[in-house]
């Protein structure tokens, strides 16, 4: 009989993390993986925890939670995310990490397109949640009621507290299986129209950046990570959280970012790699005695989701830590490039050379065509840590992949002579605001009907704490005005709030060109005069 992998190929292999928690449970289960303040983990609580949960969750009404099926999770950061994550793989489910930053129509939508029938969920979003889960397919709500961190209200209608069922049920006695090509997690992120996009990885995407990370970052068995970045980013997840869990080291979980806590971090548990927004290290840095501190543990600080300003590299090379700057998306799980430790300086600015198994080209983005160093183009990546695809949405797979299978990014870069990647702009006009990705149509369409408004642009401008700040710019309907709070206030209805504008300046007609579309260069010339 011939086998279409033969067994040694290692194409057979099983990459499913539960797997790997599950032999860190099995021998070294009392390590420390998980330090939270609502209570630390060892490998053999944890590894429990997410078999009884994934009990909990296969035994549902309907059959209950099966290979395939999307579990979602709604919440901060947290031991029982990783939990949720964990039970869902064991399952062989399809994980859902939902932005907790969300309005409720963003909510509604994110959770509609996924077409989860159960959630975990933390008592801060079950307000929101319930407004919206009538168009979704959720059928099954669990509701997280044993984190000091989060307290949970007793007896909520429709809600399942997930400490009871866990405590009653057997683990489950195995993990599926899960090879390279079988998806993991559905990341939701929005297009550029502003429409959430589901973007699919597969358990090989996260095996391959895992090795792409291990090659060029200096990461080892027994590392503490810290994760203060929001977890439902693939950035924060996949850079280090994930790998460590598999490798057997420790994450130190923090719910969100605290600049003097996060300080203290770093010297209580001996931090040794991080992935930071550059917005974090900006005020970490303004932390009083945070040079003076003990971080001559703290090897590898990879810098992403945002460009990195060079006077930041500087400040820290200054006291001899070297930052690490990386480029990715969503879509590249995360990473495409990262820049060397050894080049910090020589090569500030740089987002860094190709990941050993990730190709990165700059194109011409009319003709597709590689272009020569120094010319800037649009950037596209292929390899094994990039998406296969959207969820459900062909349509937008088909236009983000080209016939030779690179992913385009929409991000414009160009390549020096030594192949050292340099960004420059985005193709489209998102904007980065602390790490986080806001695109101007869906905030111009927010604030488009909104009483005293005659016009709206959106853009983006430099800021020195949020690295950019979305800007406002409007006409005024005749005899009417309207201030930043006014504007912020209506938009805050159907945006989460990063979104929201923090500046605004009023123009007497906002520029379009002469077919009726937005003239964002003539807009951003504004900007020279002062907001």
């Not at 949640?129 to 669990?142: D, P, W």
């Not at 693939?234 to 600049?259: E, H, K, M, W, Y």
């Not at 050292?420 to 149509?441: Q, T, W």
């Amino acid at each position: 009989m011939t086998h279409p992998h033969p067994p040694n190929s290692g194409l057979n292999a099983d990459v499913n993390p539960a797997s790997a928690v599950a032999r860190n449970a099995r021998y070294h289960g009392g390590g420390t993986v998980i330090r939270y303040a609502g209570g630390d983990l060892t490998y053999a609580q944890l590894d429990e925890k997410a078999a009884r949960l994934a009990t909990v969750l296969s035994g549902g009404g309907g059959g209950g939670v099966a290979d395939g099926d999307r579990v979602a999770y709604l919440g901060l950061n947290s031991a029982s995310f990783l939990v949720t994550m964990l039970a869902a793989f064991r399952l062989g489910a399809i994980f859902v990490p939902v932005n907790f930053r969300l309005a409720e129509p963003e909510l509604q939508s994110v959770l509609e397109r996924s077409g989860a029938a159960t959630i975990v969920c933390e008592e801060g979003h079950r307000a929101s949640l319930e407004k919206v889960r009538g168009t979704t397919a959720l059928q099954r709500f669990l509701l997280v009621d044993d984190d000091p961190e989060v307290p949970a209200t007793d007896g909520a209608e429709g809600w399942e507290p997930w400490s009871r069922l866990i405590a009653g049920a057997l683990p489950a006695p195995s993990v599926v299986a899960k090879g390279f090509d079988d998806p993991a997690i559905l990341m939701f992120t929005s297009g550029t129209t502003g429409l959430p996009k589901g973007v699919v990885l597969t358990y090989g995407n996260a095996w391959w950046n895992a090795v792409n990370v291990d090659t060029m970052i200096d990461t080892r068995r027994g590392d503490v990570t810290h994760a203060a970045a929001p977890l439902f980013h693939i950035g924060a997840l996949n850079s280090f959280v994930l790998r460590t869990i598999v490798r057997g080291g420790t994450v130190v979980v923090r719910r969100s970012f605290d600049p003097v806590r996060f300080l203290d971090d770093l010297v209580t548990y001996r931090v040794n790699s991080m992935f930071a927004v550059p917005a974090m290290l900006a005020a970490l840095s303004r932390v009083p005695g945070a040079f003076d501190a003990d971080l001559s543990h703290l090897r590898s600080i990879v810098v992403a989701g945002a460009p990195v300003p060079p006077s930041l590299i500087e400040l820290y090379a200054a006291h001899g830590i070297l930052l690490q700057q990386a480029w990715g998306l969503t879509e590249t799980a995360p990473f495409a490039t990262h820049l060397p430790v050894e080049s910090t300086l020589s090569k500030i600015g740089s987002a860094g050379i190709p990941m050993p198994y990730t190709q990165v080209r700059v194109v011409d983005s009319l003709t597709n065509q590689p272009l020569k160093p120094g010319e800037a183009g649009e950037i596209v990546v292929r390899g094994p840590n990039v998406t296969p695809g959207y969820w459900e949405n062909p349509a937008s797979t088909a236009t983000a992949f080209d016939d030779e299978g690179w992913f385009h990014s929409g991000d414009i870069g160009y390549l020096d002579e030594d192949g050292y990647l340099f960004i420059v702009d985005r193709l489209k006009d998102m904007i980065i605001s602390g790490g986080e990705n806001v695109y101007p149509a869906e905030v111009e369409r927010a604030l488009a009907a909104m009483p005293g408004i005659a016009d709206v642009a959106i853009i983006g401008a430099p800021d020195e704490e949020w690295g950019e700040a979305v800007v406002a710019v409007v006409s005024l309907a005749g005899g009417t005005t309207v201030t930043l709070e006014d504007v912020r206030e209506h938009a805050a209805t159907q945006l989460a709030r990063y979104k929201l504008p923090r500046k605004l300046k009023i123009v007497q007609s906002v520029p379009r060109n002469a077919s009726g579309k937005l003239d964002k260069k003539v807009i951003r010339r504004l900007m020279d005069e002062e907001i």
